[in-house]
């Protein structure tokens, strides 16, 4: 079963910087099957990116997967007030049980 | 557009049964191209993966093993919704619950569409 591991645990940010979360796996991930959520106070997650590198449906271009094998990054290229949140990656590669990571909270600074 | 409305109750006597259900508006719960999962957050387990339930030519169930086959999930095709049982809980059980969509082949375990989540406490 694959474990995957977000650094950092929080991250302290201002409006209008970059964030950059880390996500790694304890093994390799076929075909880059890496999604990253949001997860808003009293709200369900809602996909961002999947497929290491794509956009769901409505989400902002300033919102980027990237990275491959065990290493995969999300990066928020300049936050709005409303990105402050946590931030799940979740591996969804081959059969369940699909695993997600412990997440990494970004508040404001 | 697709909305996963959840109902069930929040509070569960210990070695009961918890039962949830999901509607599903906008899809089908017979749709060839999704699944239908259920998941659960708590502090102390985070975010975790419980079963699905879905259709392909004749209808499939399966859950995760560290539930030790607890979890059933089932499908009501007349109310166009899916249900969640969970056997024998404790208080460990107590969480937020969810269901959620999930795509057909490589996407099977990709969420797009989730529930709006319900707190169910097991105590006495």
């Known amino acids: 079963e694959f474990v995957l591991t977000q650094s950092p645990g929080t991250l302290s940010l201002s409006p209008g910087e970059r964030a950059t979360l880390s996500c790694r796996a304890s093994q390799s991930v076929r075909s880059n099957e890496i999604a990253w959520y949001q997860q808003r106070p009293g709200q369900a997650p809602r996909l961002l990116t999947y497929?290491?590198?794509s956009r769901a449906t409505g989400i902002p271009d300033r919102f980027s997967g990237s990275g491959s094998g065990t290493d995969f990054t999300l990066t928020i290229s300049r936050l709005e007030p409303e990105d402050f949140a946590v931030y799940y990656c979740q591996q969804y590669d081959d059969s369940p049980p699909w695993t997600f990571g412990q997440g990494t909270k970004v508040e404001i600074k | 557009q697709v909305q996963l409305q959840q109902s069930g109750l929040g509070l569960v006597n210990p070695s009961q049964t918890l039962s949830l259900t999901c509607a599903i508006s906008?899809?089908?719960?017979?749709?060839?191209?999704?699944?239908w999962n259920w998941i659960r957050q708590s502090p102390s387990r985070g975010l975790e993966w419980l079963g699905r339930?879905?259709?392909?030519?004749?209808?499939?169930?399966d859950c995760a093993v560290s539930m030790k086959s607890r979890v059933t999930v089932t499908p009501d095709t007349t109310k166009n919704q899916f249900s969640l049982q969970l056997k024998s809980v404790t208080p460990e059980d107590t969480a937020v619950y969810y269901c959620?969509?999930?795509?057909?082949?490589?996407?099977?375990?990709?969420?797009?569409?989730w529930g709006q989540g319900t707190l169910v406490t097991v105590s006495s």
């Open positions: 339930t879905y259709y392909r030519s004749k209808w499939y169930d």
């Open positions: 959620a969509r999930g795509g057909s082949g490589a996407a099977a375990g990709l969420f797009d569409h």
């Open positions: 497929g290491a590198f």
């Open positions: 906008g899809d089908s719960v017979s749709s060839n191209g999704a699944i």
